[in-house]
């Protein structure tokens, strides 16, 4: 009890230190989420953000560095415009406000939210989707009739001989949901084999529209996925 005691005060110092309309928006998500996942599970950690690289070439953000306007889900209720920074590294949401001071502020997003629409990307919490043996964190969703495909993104701090280290580029892996199971197709093979009769006619597709599977950007990949969930429902 002394512990969460202590935790719970700690949790208030820190919404106290930020401006008004921050601590209001940030005291409604607490509310909600404290009474829909237990206090153990608030939104807001109570801890401040640090970047565990700061002398690492480039960084461990998806897409951009910069601060985004997101929209946050809990169940049923939705928190519009909360400035977000994705890092895939940590697989972590940072919400930025300001303190009374104006000094800029960092939190880590806890993960009992349920999805987050961010930088046109919808990515769904692993609690969320409920599926046995799936790593924890966060998946961009891309919905069809017949599956859900989830991309999982990541980077890394690589060390160079006598050099600083360097953030590699944005890998991704690739899964399909289905019937509440998942399968991963992070090859082109293995995604071609998963609508057996279909795999030649997607691999033409793949020729005609020269993909290149592991490094397509998001309107080819979006394009693959419907094309072959077409094919699915014939």
């Given at each position: 009890m002394k512990?969460?005691?202590?935790?719970?005060?700690?949790?208030?110092?820190?919404?106290?230190s930020f401006g008004q309309e921050s601590?209001?928006?940030?005291?409604?998500?607490?509310?909600?989420?404290?009474s829909l996942y237990g206090s153990n599970d608030m939104l807001i950690r109570g801890k401040y953000y640090t970047h565990k690289?700061?002398?690492?070439v480039g960084h461990p953000y998806f897409l951009s560095a910069r601060f985004?306007?997101?929209v946050v889900y809990i169940q049923k209720h939705r928190f519009r415009?909360?400035?977000?920074?994705?890092?895939?590294?940590?697989?972590?949401?940072?919400?930025?406000?300001?303190?009374?001071?104006?000094?800029?502020a960092f939190m880590e997003l806890n993960r009992s939210v349920d999805s987050i629409d961010f930088m046109g990307s919808?990515?769904?919490?692993?609690?969320?989707?409920?599926?046995?043996?799936?790593?924890?964190g966060y998946y961009e969703q891309i919905t069809t009739d017949n599956f859900l495909f989830l991309i999982k993104y990541y980077k890394n701090a690589?060390?160079?001989?006598?050099?600083?280290?360097?953030y590699s580029k944005i890998f991704r892996h690739y899964y399909i949901l289905e019937n509440g199971e998942w399968i991963k197709v992070s090859s082109k093979k293995s995604f071609?084999?998963?609508f057996g009769v279909h795999k030649s006619t997607i691999r033409k597709y793949f020729r005609k529209n020269n993909i290149k599977y592991k490094t397509c950007n998001r309107k080819e990949l979006i394009g693959l996925i419907k094309y072959s969930n077409e094919l699915q429902k014939k």
């Amino acid at each position: 009890m002394k512990k969460i005691s202590l935790m719970l005060i700690a949790l208030q110092w820190v919404l106290l230190s930020f401006g008004q309309e921050s601590f209001q928006t940030m005291q409604q998500i607490v509310y909600y989420t404290d009474s829909l996942y237990g206090s153990n599970d608030m939104l807001i950690r109570g801890k401040y953000y640090t970047h565990k690289s700061m002398r690492a070439v480039g960084h461990p953000y998806f897409l951009s560095a910069r601060f985004e306007p997101a929209v946050v889900y809990i169940q049923k209720h939705r928190f519009r415009n909360v400035q977000l920074q994705y890092n895939i590294e940590d697989d972590i949401f940072i919400l930025t406000s300001k303190l009374q001071s104006g000094q800029p502020a960092f939190m880590e997003l806890n993960r009992s939210v349920d999805s987050i629409d961010f930088m046109g990307s919808r990515f769904v919490s692993a609690h969320k989707l409920g599926v046995k043996g799936l790593d924890a964190g966060y998946y961009e969703q891309i919905t069809t009739d017949n599956f859900l495909f989830l991309i999982k993104y990541y980077k890394n701090a690589e060390v160079v001989h006598l050099q600083p280290k360097k953030y590699s580029k944005i890998f991704r892996h690739y899964y399909i949901l289905e019937n509440g199971e998942w399968i991963k197709v992070s090859s082109k093979k293995s995604f071609t084999s998963y609508f057996g009769v279909h795999k030649s006619t997607i691999r033409k597709y793949f020729r005609k529209n020269n993909i290149k599977y592991k490094t397509c950007n998001r309107k080819e990949l979006i394009g693959l996925i419907k094309y072959s969930n077409e094919l699915q429902k014939k």
